[in-house]
């Protein structure tokens, strides 16, 4: 059974994260950081990959994140904790432009101390332009209400609305747009 008291302070703990950002001191937050803390992002990113321990993330992280995400227009879609394990899906402001990004970070907290983050990004894009990163993704994706649930990218759609996912997702609609 889940020891709920264990999960509130371990949720507590990833929402200082948070809230230390939207209070502007991002950096309060390494007292919450374990020695051994470890960061896992993507590799496309410039924090991107496995970094063992805890200064890579105050060092890196923390000070420089708010130069590209901005906590001003930070909110939850879901926070939730079961025990040391806690999954915060959320959204924030790329620094400097009017894009938003969702993110999905898994963390880990023993003993009121963040043992680990794993991030996930969904619809990098505005994010990759805003740190210069070259990328071949596209800048919008909708819905054709026809298709149901199929992400189809700007400007890859032919004319005449046909094309399948495998030709969308490798760029190869034989249609001319």
């Not at 020891?3 to 007292?31: M, P, W």
Request: hydrophobic letters at 40%.
């Amino acid at each position: 059974m889940t020891d709920n008291s264990e999960s509130a302070r371990s949720k507590a703990v990833v929402d200082a994260y948070y809230q230390a950002g939207v209070r502007g001191r991002l950096t309060s937050f390494a007292s919450y950081l374990h020695p051994d803390f470890t960061t896992i992002a993507p590799n496309y990113l410039p924090w991107g990959g496995v970094h063992p321990g805890a200064a890579f993330f105050r060092d890196q992280v923390l000070r420089n994140l708010p130069d590209v995400l901005d906590f001003g227009r930070f909110s939850y879609d879901v926070l939730f904790a079961e025990d040391d394990k806690v999954v915060a899906r959320v959204n924030f402001g790329i620094t400097g432009t009017n894009a938003t990004i969702k993110i999905s970070e898994h963390w880990t907290v023993q003993d009121g101390k963040a043992t680990s983050i794993w991030v996930a990004y969904f619809e990098p894009q505005a994010l990759l332009d805003k740190l210069g990163i070259e990328h071949h993704l596209p800048a919008e994706l909708f819905v054709l209400p026809d298709r149901g649930a199929l992400l189809l990218a700007r400007g890859l759609v032919p004319r005449d609305g046909r094309a399948d996912a495998g030709q969308l997702l490798l760029g190869r609609s034989q249609a001319s747009l």
